[in-house]
């Protein structure tokens, strides 16, 4: 049986992959940011997960307008990472686990989620950066999990609702559970917290909210379902919207967790940066 | 079938939803902005850009908001910002240019009024 071991959250800006890249992660505008992620690296030697499932969105990648999944879910042997139109440079392919990915998306649509699977994902910044960000070096990390990456629509409304996105990760907890294999895996919910991009809203960030939904989500994630999509904008920007990973990831966590680390950052680019470290009872 | 009769909308200050009204409008600007992701799709463009437009079957208010590099305007023809921020990249523009332009501020002001969010 797989074991899920724990859950991470964190921003994907694509600005901290090229402050990466420069080595900045001691510039005092960065470190703040950066120093929200020795703990969590620390934990992660300590478990060495085999799995890391990213639950990421796509920004125009993977996935365009012609035909745009609600949710989709990796079942690749590798996942490239490929120019976004920035000419950044790209990373070399993740590693993926198509037995894994297949499992899940037997027991994802047997639990009525209809899902997309897909044998090809070019991966974006949303995947890519947080990876980096456990994982330095990444994916030539020597500690470098499997990965199965599973995004879910924000480009486009509609979107998944709090309460969708919440019994998603829930639907991946049985799913993870009823593996044969013994593995341990580990969750990411990447994104958020609140930011807009666009419009004469454009730079909208949100404190309080965001430090309500890092609280919820440890004690009380049933009570962010009350939150309304539109509501999601409004509070946490057009972009905040994002937190629907978070929720996904928290579904998949179980009942109780435990809160070992948290930080958060105003501002990194645009945005409000959460980042966080849930670990499941064992 | 009215789909305005599913609108349930809010409206929200100075924030378009992009729905399926936008991905419509937005569709042939979006599907230029995200060739961009392409390499050698920025150089064709940047040789050529009203050959460009063309291509993609821009209308004349999308066109013309390429050209100014509007981002307001890009919206109201139906852009969405996650492509729309493939186009910016062309120029060096990111998203703090952006934001500083769709909020009438420099970039400087733009950047503070960031940094007062965290206070
Ligand atoms: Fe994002």
Redo the contacts between chains.
């Keep these: 049986m797989a074991t899920i071991i724990g859950g991470l959250t964190s921003s994907h800006i694509p600005a901290v992959g090229n402050a990466i890249a420069k080595g900045l992660q001691d510039d005092p505008y960065w470190k703040p940011f950066f120093d929200g992620y020795p703990p969590i690296r620390d934990w992660l030697g300590d478990h060495k997960p085999d799995v890391a499932i990213n639950i990421y969105n796509d920004h125009g990648l993977g996935f365009f307008l012609d035909k745009m999944p609600t949710f989709a879910i990796g079942a690749a042997h590798e996942y490239r990472n490929e120019d976004e139109g920035w000419g950044i440079p790209q990373l070399p392919p993740f590693p993926g686990d198509p037995k894994l990915s297949w499992h899940i998306i037997e027991s994802m649509v047997a639990q009525e989620f209809d899902i997309t699977s897909c044998q090809e994902l070019a991966v974006d910044h949303g995947f890519t950066v947080p990876m980096q960000l456990f994982w330095p070096g990444a994916p030539n990390n020597p500690d470098m999990p499997r990965v199965v990456p599973i995004s879910a629509n924000t480009v486009q409304h509609p979107i998944p609702t709090l309460k969708r996105a919440l019994d998603f990760g829930k639907a991946l907890r049985r799913a993870l559970l009823s593996y044969p294999e013994d593995i341990k895996v580990v969750i990411l919910g990447t994104g958020g917290l609140s930011h807009q991009l666009d419009g004469t809203r454009a730079g909208f960030i949100n404190k309080d909210f965001d430090q309500y939904c890092m609280e919820k989500i440890v004690t009380a994630p049933e009570e962010l379902t009350k939150i309304t999509r539109m509501e999601l904008v409004e509070k946490a920007g057009a972009q905040g919207t994002e937190f629907l990973m978070w929720m996904m990831m928290r579904g998949a966590l179980g009942d109780k967790v435990t809160p070992i680390h948290a930080n958060y950052h105003i501002p990194i680019s645009n945005t409000g940066a959460g980042t966080m470290m849930l670990e499941c009872a064992a | 079938m009215n789909l305005a009769e599913f609108d349930?909308?809010?409206p929200?200050?100075?924030?378009?939803?992009?729905?399926?009204t936008q991905?419509m409008k937005g569709?042939a600007l979006?599907?230029m902005?995200?060739s961009?992701?392409?390499?050698e799709a920025?150089e064709t463009y940047k040789a050529d850009p009203e050959a460009y437009y063309d291509r993609f079957g821009l209308n004349e208010a999308q066109k013309q908001a390429c050209r100014d590099k509007n981002?307001?305007d890009l919206?109201a023809a139906g852009g969405?910002?996650?492509?729309?921020?493939?186009f910016a990249?062309?120029f060096h523009l990111?998203?703090?240019d952006?934001?500083a332009q769709?909020?009438g501020m420099t970039k400087d002001a733009?950047?503070e009024?960031?940094?007062k969010?965290?206070e």
Aim: proline share 0%.
């Design positions: 349930h909308h809010a929200i200050d100075g924030t378009t939803i992009f729905d399926g991905a569709y979006n599907k902005c995200y961009f992701n392409a390499a920025r981002v307001l919206i969405n910002i996650y492509y729309l921020a493939k990249g062309i990111d998203v703090q952006v934001g769709q909020t733009f950047k009024k960031l940094r969010a965290g």
